[in-house]
């Protein structure tokens, strides 16, 4: 059966630069030193119950690291899936490659050595975001269906997300897009005062939303920032005129060209 981890690559402060050296060798690494030497060897020497004597003998507290260490040394397997922690982020997915694995410094940085391992195939089109699952003190901890639910549900919101914004600027008019969003979201006011003026048709075709759609077409139309040239910088203030009123085929016409084309210009393209 495939199991599912979180795992945290900290160590103080370091924690970041740790699980991306882990990242980058293709591994999940943890470590426990106790006077210089590593507080248990290799565990593919000794089972889980020799494991257990030897943790006890160093009289180290902290249930929670002899468990994360036990979970990488025997539960972790081939196919299993980690997920990995930075605070209160989720930055990383790997398939596990091998069993565990043991060599002294295979994490080696600013007084940083590890030991234990397992080979991890780190996924490199992962995108993070934050979850926070509890258990924070856990450094390894085994997924639970209720945890794995919620990394599931964010996983696939975020790439849904990620995918509309790769979709947008494909379009090649993402960042104006963008820009124009900022802008109606600034000048709402004025935007409203001109719609609210007008008589919600197309300034350049003509059209309205109404008289073709019915109903659900009432009061839309679409706000077209008029951006005058020279005065990209946003400082002077948002006018009635910089704003045209358009239908969505016309807006994307308008926007087919660098600099946008003006009202008066696609007027004189299209057939009325
Ligand atoms: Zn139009
Ligand atoms: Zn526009």
Redesign the pocket.
Known sequence: MTNYWRMAFRWGNQGTEVWEQCRDQGIAAIGYYFNGEPVVGDCSEIDEKEFYTVWRSKALPSPTRQSSLKHVAYHMDKGDTIYAKEGTQIVGKGTVKSKYKYRPGIVKQKGILWEHYVEVDWDKNFKPFTLNLEANQNTVLKLDTERLDKIHAMESKTNFLYDCVDEIFEENEGE?YIK?AVFRKRNKKIIDKKKKKSDYRCEVCDMNYKEVYGEIGKNYIIA??IEPIGSRDGSSPTTIDDIALVCSNC?NM??KKKP?LSIEELSNLINK
């Open positions: 104006q124009e077209h920032h807006h308008i926007h946008p």
